[in-house]
């Protein structure tokens, strides 16, 4: 106990202050803090989340009560050719579309790294196309080369370059092709974006003194371009990666799938198991094993880059 | 680390918690097969009742609604969702309990919906219906369960075959005879093709090539018509492999492979098939019947029945139909426009009127009708035609991932020898 005098004179007793209450401590506050963020991952993600492996362990049908299956949904995914197919596309189509679209993203980026007049306009032009929605786009490459009323087709035969209609969907190559060349048409400028940013953080005195050191274009391109964007070039291989693998928009819009089955993908399954079959548990479970699938993924990739980092 | 530490525990309160909730939400499902339970009640004044309606026939649901909402003071709002998206849209709605009032169906997924709960049962309601056995037959068929009936007919569309007059005269055909078997149909499509289609914008026919659904409409009724099936009743077996289906799908591979049909019959996936034959540029092929009054003015179209390879005549009873959904709180309401829309005044003076096909088959011969002979033909084969059950018909046929379309493009375009093989493939499909 502790006595103090006041300036009257009269003493008084008092106590050592007492500890700070719970909602004022320094760990509460960073509670507080992250509360909105965490709310919002718990209700958008987490909840979400939970309730899809709910899901995918029973058999839940549109209207009514849900029953306990388990492990039902997961088994029968062997059984289901379709989705076993889609993997081997999706991979495929994954593949090639992040070689090409890394390739003409970097193309693009080293066009218009450098500053010079009417610039901008380049990089405007190729940046514009992904400010059109991707749905949007599925829809305008259908439109622009569908045999019938499209006008690619026409304009070709005027230049002289065909002679009959290319059936741009009609074949499963020509089905990849054209659903790439929608996909790089709509991405390019994008990925170019994310590349030009890493481009222009490589001081410019590393070039000057490799060019002092007689470094060739070449040379300064794979000895010090590449290297220096490797972090940036991480980005945008995950990000490019992880989307083809959810691809769903182009080849349900623009391809139907098609033709005979050759353009579906593992999300196509997914959806059409959930709304066309009306099987939501089995859609849950094929959901399930995509985003394991993906976290391993991306957790591998992560890893391989830290390394060679 | 401690396995029990404070931050441990709290996540797996948090995870406790959403568990929680999921399994309230796993639970908190209504009973499949709800009874009606206000059968009698009188229908409250001044409602408005929410419907879904799929854009393939938004022209004869619209008329109705107007029609319906003109006269009385419950009213009636529609929302009309593309085809192709038509039963995501509903799954997704029943999954979130957010089904409207009232929804129409293509009439081949309504066994599916029934059985998975979602219309609401109106046995007795229908029965209390002066006309209640004049109602179409195999729409009232595919819309009853274990004995109880869910929904009405809405709008009725039958496939035909079309045949356009001009150019069957400018081909040296005689114009006012259409085919009457599907041999014949093949030769006046050649006819047409050789006579005019030199410069490419005539073609002798057409058909939705990459379209699960157009294969079922256009080519099963030559299969009714030569007396085959393409299912057994219960629509748990497929039939696509046996000669009655093989014959008609032979027909259409040699017009594909001589070049008589149009160029993108191959790809054609369903949204455009039907916008070729009103520009004038096909010589026959076979068409719904609710575009016949989509037809330009000045176009002279002819109509006849689908027959098979040698005669008898058939059609794919298609159209919508219609149910209260079972999540609905304006059942009254909503029966109200449903009762009135198979009325004498709706089918006569919204549908009949418009040359629309009539969901009663004792008002086919009505003041509208004797106008056109062509309604009067399409009306008379609602009962010479079919509509397939089957519990998995959409999975099955109208998917683009489903077996049947494989089966057809083999069929047609490709080696017809795959074909018993992909046709266990549907079984298969129609048994899960």
Redesign the interface.
């Known amino acids: 106990m502790t006595v103090i005098t006041r300036r009257d004179g009269q003493a008084v007793r008092a106590t050592s202050p007492a500890p700070p209450s719970w909602w004022r401590t320094r760990g509460a506050q960073g509670w507080l803090y992250a509360a909105p963020t965490a709310l919002i991952v718990g209700v958008l993600f987490l909840a979400p989340l939970v309730l899809i492996v709910w899901m995918s362990l029973n058999r839940w049908p549109l209207l009514g009560q849900a029953h306990f299956n388990a492990p039902d949904n997961y088994t029968k995914i062997a059984d289901n050719p379709l989705f076993l197919d889609a993997v081997g596309f999706t991979l495929k189509y994954t593949v090639i579309t992040t070689v090409l679209l890394s390739v003409v993203a970097l193309g693009l980026a080293l066009l218009v790294q450098e500053r010079r007049p009417g610039i901008g306009f380049f990089r405007t032009a190729f940046f514009l196309p992904g400010a059109v929605g991707f749905a949007s786009a599925a829809l305008l490459f259908y439109g622009l080369l569908n045999n019938d009323f499209g006008p690619i087709d026409p304009i070709l035969r005027t230049l002289g370059i065909i002679d009959e209609p290319v059936k741009w969907t009609g074949t499963p190559n020509m089905a990849l092709f054209s659903t790439i060349t929608l996909v790089i048409w709509r991405f390019a400028g994008f990925n170019m974006l994310i590349l030009l940013t890493g481009l222009q953080a490589i001081p410019v005195e590393v070039y000057e003194a490799a060019r002092s050191d007689g470094a060739n274009r070449l040379q300064i391109f794979t000895r010090i371009t590449l290297p220096l964007l490797r972090p940036t070039i991480a980005l945008m291989l995950i990000l490019s990666i992880t989307g083809s693998l959810l691809a769903f928009d182009q080849f349900f819009i623009f391809t139907n799938g098609g033709p005979d089955n050759s353009t579906v993908s593992m999300v196509m399954v997914v959806y059409r198991d959930a709304f066309f079959r009306f099987d939501l548990g089995g859609a849950a479970a094929l959901s399930v094993v995509l985003l394991v699938a993906l976290v391993a993924l991306n957790a591998l990739q992560m890893r391989v880059l830290r390394r060679s980092n | 680390m401690n396995p029990r530490s404070p931050r441990r525990r709290r996540a797996g309160a ?2 406790v918690g ?2 929680a ?3 309230v ?3 908190g ?4 097969q709800p009874a009606d339970s206000a059968a009698s009640a009188a229908p409250a004044e001044g409602v408005t009742v929410t419907m879904w309606t799929r854009a393939a026939t938004q022209a004869q649901s619209e008329r109705l609604v107007a029609a319906y909402n003109k006269g009385h003071k419950n009213q009636v709002k529609m929302t009309v969702i593309p085809t192709d998206n038509y ?2 849209r509903i ?2 709605a ?2 979130a ?1 957010q089904l409207p009032d009232i929804f129409a169906s293509d009439v081949i997924f309504v066994p ?1 919906y029934t059985s ?3 219309f609401l049962d109106i046995t007795d309601r229908i029965n209390a219906l002066p006309f209640k056995d004049k109602l179409a037959p195999s729409h009232m068929k595919l819309g009853t369960l274990d004995g109880r009936q869910y929904t009405l007919p809405h709008t009725l569309d039958l496939s035909v075959w079309f045949w356009n007059k001009d150019l069957y005269s400018k081909a040296g055909l005689d114009p006012e005879k259409g085919p009457t078997t599907l041999k014949e149909f093949a030769e006046q499509a050649t006819t047409v093709d050789e006579k005019l289609g030199q410069d490419g914008k005539v073609s002798g026919t057409f058909f939705g090539g ?1 379209c699960g659904g157009c294969y079922v409409f256009t080519f099963w009724p030559s299969v009714w018509a030569s007396g085959g099936q393409v299912m057994n009743p219960e629509g748990t077996t497929s039939l696509n492999d046996q000669p009655a289906m093989t014959n008609v799908f032979n027909i259409y591979k040699d017009l594909y492979a001589k070049g008589i049909t149009g ?2 019959a ?2 054609e ?1 369903g949204p ?1 098939w039907t ?2 034959f009103p520009k004038g540029g096909i010589g026959v092929m076979p068409m719904p019947s609710t575009t016949l009054g989509l037809m330009p003015k000045d176009m002279k179209v002819g109509v006849a029945p689908i027959a098979g390879p040698d005669g008898g005549e058939s059609t794919f009873v298609g159209g919508d139909s219609v149910g209260i959904s ?2 609905t709180e304006n059942a009254d309401a909503a029966w109200e426009f449903l009762s009135w829309s198979v009325s004498d005044e709706a089918q006569v003076e919204v549908m009949a009127k418009n040359k629309d096909v009539l969901a009663r088959t004792d008002l086919s011969d009505n003041k509208y009708s004797a106008e056109d002979p062509r309604v009067v033909l399409i009306n008379s084969l609602v009962a010479k035609g079919q509509t397939p059950y089957a519990l998995r018909f ?2 099955t046929y109208n ?3 489903g077996p049947w379309l ?1 089966l057809a ?1 083999e069929a047609v375009f490709g080696d017809p020898g795959k074909v018993a093989q992909l046709n266990t493939d549907i079984t298969k499909s129609l048994q ?1």
């Open positions: 948090i995870l959403l568990l909730i999921a399994s939400a796993a639970c499902g209504a009973d499949p039963q995501p799954a997704a029943a999954g309990k599916n998975q709960g979602l990459n160029a993108t191959k790809e996936q455009t916008g070729f079972s999540t959409g999975q998917d683009p991932q494989r493009r899960q």
